[in-house]
């Protein structure tokens, strides 16, 4: 089989390959073996704890303590300072708690995180691993680290005394060291195995190019002579027979320079006059490409700023909804073609509940996202021919043409529990908002302006009637 590769690629290959195999071994053995140690070691501590403590605690203890309003019994008081004291004499225990098997539930019953987070009684465990549940009959481990709501830990389980495999005290441990550890393990890995690789390139390319440079360099000056240029000899000594060759190109080369001297003298003076040539036209190109470049640039700038211009006067720049502007020319218009074809039209003004509050606990910035978000809510729960403006703070106005009363109070509602079932961030808050809404139907004879009034006023009843709903303007 031929391997059609350069001599000094063969080389690279030859000893790139036998670094990776065997680096690439050794280092996947050392690898594993340490991350196996690692888990073995905390596995071992866990289980050994978990035994330990279930031991210490009976299931009776805990038969009463139920659901959230068992956490006033003395019974739930005795059973949580018992896992906090146990928690505190074993500095590696990050949380330690008492749990309940009910039919194919797993539900929490003392927890002892001293934080608001802290599981109370009765709080179901959404995903049980295997190892919990084996837990309820023997002691067992986490085969891995897990991550959920409370950090990186791994977990040791023990079944309680006389709780008939339906009780048991499960023990985590803050994993996130261990973590580090393998990812540092890694880290050496990956660069031992690096620098393994780069080492063989470097040895490798040294002894390629003491073969390769005067070969290349052979290359090189013959095809400087196809090409003309016979002006050069190539100085250079191996020490071997190489030597030779390189004397008898030399002489060659400078032969053929003699008989082409005279040629290479004309060949030059015609090709200074074309790149004299050349070198004008490409000049006068340069400048005129230079100058239609400059003048479609300054077109498409001003075209950029007029549409610019345009979107600022139609649009509010924080949520991209209509400016009050706008969204009153499109009413007025709606107001002439009612006048013409008597095509009903309902106008709704809806207002955020408690957004004072967001702006004052967690900046304007936050306020900001929130009605950006609320927009976008807006945009979503109406048609594609209604309109959305935003009317002036935490208010937005909509028109929906060819809509009666009853079809705007449909879309209002589908607003309000658009924005109720959905969570707004403030910042790393989490927020739960609604709206008050106004509905005003236009009608023969009415200004606009008494018709956005009206809606105004229905806002400000269902303001007063317990906010989260729509109103009819009377």
Known sequence: MKIRLPIGTKLILSHFLAVLLVSGSVG?????????SLLRSLQARLQNSAAL??????????????????VSMAAYADALETLRRFRRTNPDIAFLYVMR??????????????????????????????????????????????????????????PLRNGEGEVLVGLDMQATEVRNKLRRIRTAGVLSLTGSILLAILLSRLLSSQLITPIRLLIDRCSAIAAGRLDKSIDLSTGDELDQLIQSFNAMSGHLGESREQNRKTEEALKRARDTLELRVDERTRELQELNEKLLHEIGE??????????????????????????????????????RNR???????????????????????????????????????VRKQDLVARWGGEEFLMMLPETDLKGALQVA????????????????????????????????GQAVDECIKAADKALYQAKHQG????VAAR
């Not at 009976?58 to 009463?64: K, L, M, Q, S, V």
């Not at 309902?346 to 609320?374: E, R, S, W």
């Not at 790393?428 to 509905?439: A, D, I, P």
């Open 101 to 158: 098997r009910v039919e194919d539930q797993v539900l929490f019953v003392v927890d002892s995180d001293e934080t608001e987070r802290q599981a109370l009684p009765g709080r179901p465990y959404r995903t049980v691993p295997q190892a919990l549940l084996a837990g309820f009959s023997r002691p067992s481990v986490d085969g891995r680290i897990w991550e959920d709501e409370w950090g990186a830990f791994m977990s040791g389980y023990a």
């Open 413 to 444: 509602e589908k607003m309000l529990s658009t924005v109720e079932s959905d969570v707004f961030l403030a910042g790393s808050h989490e927020l739960k908002l609604t709206l008050s809404v106004g509905v005003c139907v236009y009608s023969a």
């Open 302 to 339: 001003r075209k950029k700023a007029e549409e610019a211009l345009a979107m600022a006067a139609r649009s509010d720049s924080l949520t991209g909804t209509l400016n009050r502007r706008a969204i009153l020319e499109h009413l007025h218009y709606q107001a002439v073609q009612f006048e």
């Open 467 to 470: 906010r989260n709903r729509a």
């Open 343 to 381: 095509s009903p039209f309902a106008v709704m003004l809806c207002d955020i509940d408690h957004f004072k509050p967001i702006n004052d606990n967690f900046g304007h910035d936050a306020g900001d996202k929130v009605l950006t978000a609320v927009a976008d809510r807006l945009h979503k729960a």
């Open 28 to 36: 996947t053995y050392f690898y594993f073996s340490a991350v196996e």
């Open 53 to 70: 403590v279930s031991q210490a605690l009976d299931a009776r203890d805990f038969a009463e303590i139920r659901t959230e309003s068992d």
